[in-house]
């Protein structure tokens, strides 16, 4: 089956020449191109043809995207989306003058919202996560990883897993499991932390990997949460067992985190607003991917990470919501793209790359997806405008009217 995307006023390929991520100032070459239409073959990106040409090829599909702009469909690389129940109360403790962490401290936070999704069966978690989602798909999204890390139980984490797991066989999209059992201490564990690292070492590791229920093994690494030692036994373990891994760190306060997830070769440290200058030189020379999440700064209303001195040196730089109930109960990429550019001084360009090619390195798909590019994926976010920097200067507001996955229209606004 032949579809042609036939002439967008602009396709921003975010073409890499096979590299498949950008780093520093090439972040800022996005490949637009002109006067050109895109041929799917099937799911896969067949060959992008100039307008003039003499094409003769029939096609089973012609969508005239004539006055739109497409992207490769946005990766959505960070999010909790599988959660449960409202932390308004601690949103209205925080205008009160109350810090995240000090409610962290007093048992609320994550531990509120563990509460609320160990109450409910795997189908009312379906249900909850579902049009979340949905909304997703509608911004462009077409690769999307969901952590679990509010069941911080054995039968908990492995419900929110399966939850996850469903929603993925049931979606077009591509839904990436995350394990994120060593996001804090339960409450029954709050006195006794050998006991928790010991059930996710020696239960729950094992049993979702035996049951291929993530393909990612996260962790927060803050003074609130696990420390760089404890972090290190958990990654040991699963790294033996064949997970890749991801990181939270310096958030709230560098800890030496940046240095286990080097030695560990994770795909990416997510966070960074307090990463020293002697870490941006090690995560620099790596390939590690810096995932960075104005959403939170903005939400919290502390500093944001240093975007600029990241890339300037040279870091690969992805951009996420990290949609969660507590730091960032934002879902809208789009925002968080625009918040990049005013707050954290990136460039219109740097945030597309770092949505796309670079989301997607950090979830290791960006062989697959992230770029407009001939043998990748069929996937796109088409947006109603003629100029691609209309979508960062629209704070806030979703110009996406057509998600296309594996060459599928799977959202059309009409
Ligand atoms: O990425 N940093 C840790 N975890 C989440 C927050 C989760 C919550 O507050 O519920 C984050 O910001
Ligand atoms: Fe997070």
Redesign the pocket.
């Known amino acids: 089956m032949f579809t042609l995307l036939k002439s967008p006023s602009q396709i921003i390929s975010v073409s890499t020449s096979g590299k498949n991520y950008k780093s520093g100032r090439n972040m800022n070459d996005i490949g637009v191109l002109e006067n050109h239409s895109i041929v799917i073959e099937n799911e896969i990106i067949k060959d992008i043809i100039p307008n003039n040409s003499n094409n003769k090829h029939s096609y089973d599909k012609i969508i005239d995207i004539k006055d739109k702009i497409i992207l490769p469909g946005l990766v959505e690389c960070?999010t909790?989306t599988a959660?449960a129940g409202s932390?308004a109360n601690e949103f209205r403790q925080r205008l009160q003058g109350n810090s995240?962490e000090e409610i962290?401290k007093s048992g609320g936070?994550?531990n509120?919202?563990v509460q609320a999704v160990r109450k409910l069966s795997l189908e009312e978690l379906i249900n909850l996560t579902k049009p979340r989602i949905d909304y997703f798909i509608s911004q462009g999204i077409t690769t999307l990883e969901i952590k679990s890390?509010?069941g911080l139980s054995y039968y908990d984490e492995i419900k929110i897993l399966q939850a996850v797991n469903i929603l993925k066989k049931n979606y077009l999209i591509d839904i990436i499991p995350t394990f994120?059992g060593a996001?804090?201490f339960p409450r029954e564990y709050k006195n006794d932390h050998k006991k928790y690292i010991d059930i996710i070492i020696s239960e729950q590791l094992p049993f979702i990997m035996k049951n291929k229920l993530a393909v990612f093994c996260d962790a927060?690494c803050?003074k609130t949460?696990f420390s760089p030692e404890q972090v290190d036994k958990i990654f040991t373990r699963a790294s033996e067992l064949g997970f890749k891994l991801k990181l939270?760190s310096d958030?709230f306060n560098s800890i030496g985190g940046i240095d286990i997830g080097i030695k560990h070769k994770v795909k990416s440290i997510?966070?960074l607003e307090v990463i020293t200058d002697d870490d941006i030189r090690k995560i620099t020379k790596t390939k590690i991917v810096s995932v960075l999440?104005p959403g939170?700064s903005f939400f919290l209303d502390y500093g944001f990470a240093p975007a600029r001195k990241l890339i300037d040196n040279g870091a690969i730089v992805a951009l996420s919501t990290?949609y969660?109930?507590?730091?960032?109960h934002i879902a809208n990429l789009n925002l968080i793209m625009s918040i990049a550019a005013l707050k954290m001084k990136m460039t219109i360009e740097e945030t597309i790359s770092a949505v796309t090619i670079n989301a997607a390195k950090a979830l290791d798909v960006n062989k697959k997806v992230g770029s407009i590019e001939i043998g990748k994926r069929a996937d796109f976010a088409i947006f109603e405008t003629k100029e691609y920097a209309d979508i960062i200067y629209n704070v806030g507001k979703n110009l996406d009217c057509m998600t296309i996955k594996n060459g599928q229209v799977i959202y059309n606004k009409e």
């Open positions: 960070h909790h959660f932390r995240y962290a936070g994550i509120t919202t890390g509010y994120l996001h804090t927060f803050e949460a939270h958030q997510d966070h999440l939170v990290d969660n109930p507590g730091s960032s």
